[in-house]
């Protein structure tokens, strides 16, 4: 079963734009991670953001952890044709193990 | 981070035959877990590999279909049993636990299995 919801499903931005991921998820967490995938490739570990901590960055990647509303966000800055993915969350609702998502489409035009 | 690899990358398999799916880590690692993506989907939990007993399954999933090993802290391997179509996915392997980045969890390139 999935533990999270993403939303928007797919997303379609020019080169340049910011694009906006957001996750929510059921139950309380202690980490929450974010990954891309590249057409159907392997994933690719962006993040993690832990329960007690509200905010993260990474180069042109920022999330944000609300645990209030069991939510979180992906922004990525100055998006580039080469950020066209599928974007997860993943949480670990029930201890040392995560569970998906279910993901967003990017892509960026050039 | 670790170098996580997995054998083989992809294969094409016909319906009732078994295939085995191994899975390499250059390190120790405290958890290892195996994952399903069917196409144009999100990934599934299959299992928590054990180092040394019986692998934790996911609802859903059996060890008679998904027959998993663990024999040390760096390597297990994923069976596929009595294939279907329906079987056809990418399967993953990922590890948690690794010096310095214990929460972060890692995966492997994944395996492409198509089942005829």
């Known amino acids: 079963s999935q533990q999270g919801e993403e939303d928007p499903q797919a997303l379609s931005i020019q080169e340049g734009e910011n694009a906006t991921m957001n996750c929510s998820y059921k139950?309380?967490?202690?980490?929450l991670q974010w990954y891309r995938q590249n057409s159907g490739r392997g994933l690719v570990h962006l993040i993690l953001?832990?329960?007690?901590?509200r905010e993260k960055h990474s180069g042109r990647l920022r999330v944000t952890l609300d645990t209030s509303k069991k939510s979180s966000s992906l922004l990525i800055t100055a998006s580039r044709a080469a950020d066209t993915a599928s974007y997860f969350c993943?949480?670990?609702?029930?201890?040392?193990?995560?569970?998906f998502g279910t993901g967003t489409r990017l892509k960026v035009l050039a | 981070s670790a170098v996580i690899s997995q054998k083989p990358s992809r294969d094409i398999c016909q319906r009732g035959t078994s295939l085995t799916i191994q899975c390499q880590v250059d390190?120790?690692?405290?958890?290892m877990f195996w994952y399903r993506q069917q196409p144009g989907q999100s990934l599934t939990l299959i299992a928590t590999?054990?180092?040394?007993?019986?692998?934790?399954?996911e609802s859903g999933f059996v060890i008679d279909k998904f027959p998993i090993s663990r024999p040390n802290l760096t390597f297990s391997t994923l069976t596929v049993s009595n294939m279907s179509p329906e079987d056809s996915s990418i399967y993953l392997c990922?590890?948690?636990?690794?010096?310095?980045?214990?929460?972060?969890?890692?995966f492997g390139p994944g395996t492409r299995l198509t089942v005829l």
């Open positions: 990922s590890v948690t636990g690794l010096a310095g980045f214990t929460d972060t969890q890692y």
């Open positions: 139950t309380s967490i202690n980490n």
């Open positions: 953001i832990r329960s007690n901590e």
């Open positions: 993943a949480t670990d609702a029930w201890g040392y193990k995560y569970i």
């Open positions: 390190s120790q690692v405290t958890m």
């Open positions: 590999a054990n180092q040394g007993s019986e692998a934790t399954y």
